[in-house]
Structure formats: C-alpha cells, structure tokens
C-alpha cells in the first residue's frame, strides 16, 4: 500500500518549482494524497498502464509507476487527480485561495471554462430548461417547479405543462398549463475573481403549480426542448404520515456516494431536506449548476428543502436566494428570509439560519458567513415566535401533530473543535428557549461533517433526565427535543473529523467522517404516534435508528 507521504513526492515530481511552492503552502491539500489509501487501493505487480482494481472490480489506471510500490486507482480517481494539477495552476492566480480551492475541487473542474466567463445551460439551445427541481409549500396537491434557462426571451412568461396520465397506464393524457412571473437573475461581482464566475449568466424560473389530486402522479416539461418529469402531488397537511430524507453537507463532487444511494429511496422520499451546505459552490455559481444537474435525477422528482449554510453565504446568499423557492410568502416570512416553515402530514417543520453575512466595503470580495446567536435576528425572531404561536394553537386541537426545528448549525455536539465547545452552546442559549416552550420534538442540523446523536438534557443543568433516554432506541415522550447533528452528506475538500474526547453522558451514537470519498443521509418517517429516524451510510448499512414515541 502507498502511503501519503509517497503519494505527496510523487505528485510534487511532477510539477513546476512555482506549482510546488505553491502546493506547499497548502497544508489543506495534504489529504488529497491520502485518496488511495481511503479507497483501499490494492497492490499491484502488474507496470502495465492500465490494470484491474481488485478491489472496487474496476478498471483503474496505474498511477505512481515512478514509485516502488505500485498502485492502481479508478478512472474517476484518475481523473480527479488530474484536475488537481490543474488545480495548482489555477491558484496562484487567486487572492481567495481557501474557496475557490474549495468550488474547484467540488466542480471537479468539468464545467469551468477557461476564460472564466460562465453560463448556466446549455448555448446552443439557450431556451432548453435544465436543473429541475420542485418544492412544497404546505397546501395539499400544490408544489413549486423550478427550472434554469441561459435566456429569457417568452414574452408571456415561462409555462410548465401538467400531464395527467388517465389510464394510469402511460397512454392517455390530459395537459394543462401554469405559468409564472416569477423569474430571477442577477449578477455577482464586477468582472474581478473569482474568475471561474464572472459575469455568471442565468435565469431561475419558478412555477406554482396548485388543485392537483394528492399522492396522484403526474408528469411535466416545460418547453419544446424539456425532458419530461414526473412526480407524486403532495399531500400537505391532508395526510396522517410523512417520509421525508434529510442530508447536510453535500458537495458537488463530494456528494456521490450520498446522491447515489438516495436515488434508491425516490420513491419513498415525499421531500428531500438539505439543511445547509449544498454544493461547496462558494460563490461560484458554475459549481452550484453542475450540483443542481447532478441532483435532477432526484429532484426533478421528489420536492427539495433547503437551509441556508455558511457555504451558501458568498455574495449574501444571491445564488440560493435566486434558485430556491422556498415558501416563504406562503409561511409569512419576508421575499429575502432565509427562515420559513411548512407542514407536511402530521409534522410542522421550521427551517431557521443563524448565518450573518458580512458586507465588504467593495463589494469583490465573497466569503462564507459566520454564526451568531438567534437574538442578531430579530426579523427573524419575531417571525418565529408568530409562527410558533400559530402551530401552539393547532396542536392544542390536535396533540398528535409533531414540531421539527432545523438549521444549519450545532446547538450541541461532542466534537473537539470550536463549532461545538464554543459556538453551540451561544447558539443554544438563543433557540432552546423556544424549543422547549413550543415543545420541539427534535433539532436537526449538518455543518459539522459528521453523526451525532444527543439525547435530551435538562436546559438550566445540561444533565440527562430519567426520561430522556431511550429504551432499545425509543424515546418515550421526552420532555425536550432529540438532537441529531449530521453532516455526513460528503465533500471532497473538507471532512475526516474525529472524535477524541470521551463521549458525554447525553451522546447516544456518534460516528466519525472519513476524508473524500463518503456520505450519509437519513430517512424520517412520522405518524401520528411515533417518529423513525434511521441514519444509513452509504453503503447501505443502517448505522443509527431511533423512534420517538408521542
Ligand atoms: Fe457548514
């Protein structure tokens, strides 16, 4: 087996003396040399160029035939190596290295473009829609079509077309139509870095589609140059039950493992959650399309959630701010809220951000976004409490109904790193109040990239109560809300947490991250008397399961 430091020599043989101070000064690339032996790259006797992965039963190509010690990757890997050495070249022309370092690598180089000047879709048909994706509000058979085009010349507006499939069985169809307004552009810095998104060109439509039938499939396309989807109406709050997946932390390149192994689950997901952290984009909208195009397969079909995460920060969220559809008006929060709520079956869901944006004086600098505690926003408190205050009333009529509260950040977690020790605890300090006063079933959230599971703890001593433990993993109404931090989405550039400490008294399950490549991601479902929680990893082993039982 290769070991890293090999790995390091030989790559750094192979480039320039610039490139190589270069890479020097980059202690974070270090772990890219770590990828054969994450991926259990075997030994072989074999000098030829191209040779067979025993491992993976792939063909991989044989990559350090300089060395002694032979090894064999795939052709993915191989290909990802090579956009490392692009990599270094593009860097020293960066002043921001650590993000655009980032995007970079998550893009895994494929939809950069030389000059740097970037487009959302496709040139040659600048009217053919591309990166589809839905969202709920919480009316039943209502959802949100969404779809990018690089221009916008409908003078009427952009339509999507609803089919009806009568027979159920594909051969006859009834169409109708909606069309929208509602569509969105923008531009981001003046022409200076990040190079790989100037002048960023694109338009985001979304279509409100509403009176369908719900749990009925139906199918859609947009224009004469659309592929055509389906999906299942939502249910909205006429449904008893709702399964729903949650990830976190998800990145472009990085995300693969995670985005395949949810394909499996499409027809169970009645949403998709992402909370916080999609794409690694970074400002670099290039990236976050091809994120977008790499997600269709998933949802174009099932309705997606987000949160806002310190990744989606740069240039004040314009990217998601623009492609997302959240429903904002439909929940009472203001056009440009990163906050809002939904309800899905028996479940009221708050989706909350604690991530501030930084205005720089120029304006050409793009950073991520930092935490603060919930107070900062008062916006976004007093929507909260109204909103609360609302649900407060309906399950007072109806005690079975469930609150579900997630953002981005740890309110708590175990992890030896700031995030938890220091952050966390300021950020619990401003929302436990009202989890605990509305009675919050379970926090959710991702950023730190790995799984945690807390059980609860009485606020004013942090300790665990007799009922707050589960018994064989069921939670029998706890008195406050199950915490579940995971940020095990999987990205290319950040990762490989571990855990040092010991495991305090409230950390029912926690697993490490490994570097690039892995993922995980949960699937929820709630009835009207218990909520399952179940963690997989992507290899399809269920790592976590609970139940909280009403
Ligand atoms: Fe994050």
Redesign the pocket.
Known sequence: MIDAKQWREFLLSKESAEVKNDIESFAGLERIYDLPDMNGITEVSSSASCVHNRRSNQTGLNMNKDLNTMVTITQNEYNFLKYLRKLYAWLIYFPNHFNVREALLEAGFTDVQSDGFCKCCDSEHPTKPEQFHLALTSNPGEVIISYSTLSNPEPYGQCVTIEDDIDGLGNTFTGKVFCTNDTRTFTIGSGQPPLICRNYTGYFHHVKVTGLIPGKKYYYSANAYSNRYSFIAPYGTNSSHVTFGAIA?IGTQGGKLTREALKKHKDEMEFLMVI??QSYSDGCEAVFDKYMRDMEDIIAHVPYMIAA???EGPWNFTGIRNRFRMPLEESGAGPDALWYSFDQGPVHFVVLSFENYLDYEKGELYEETYAEPLYIFQDQVQWLEKDLEAFAKRRDQNPNLWLIVMA?RPIRCSLNVSDCSELAPQLSASLMPYLVKYKADLYTC??VHTYERMDPTIPETGQVCSQCKAVNNVYHQPPYPVQVMNGYGGTVIEGHNIYTGPKPDWSAVRYNSSYYPYGGYAIVNVNLNTLNYTFYHTSGEVWDSFVIQK
Do not use: E, S
Request: no cysteine.
């Open positions: 932390d916080g952290d995460g310190n990744h981005h991702g950023h």
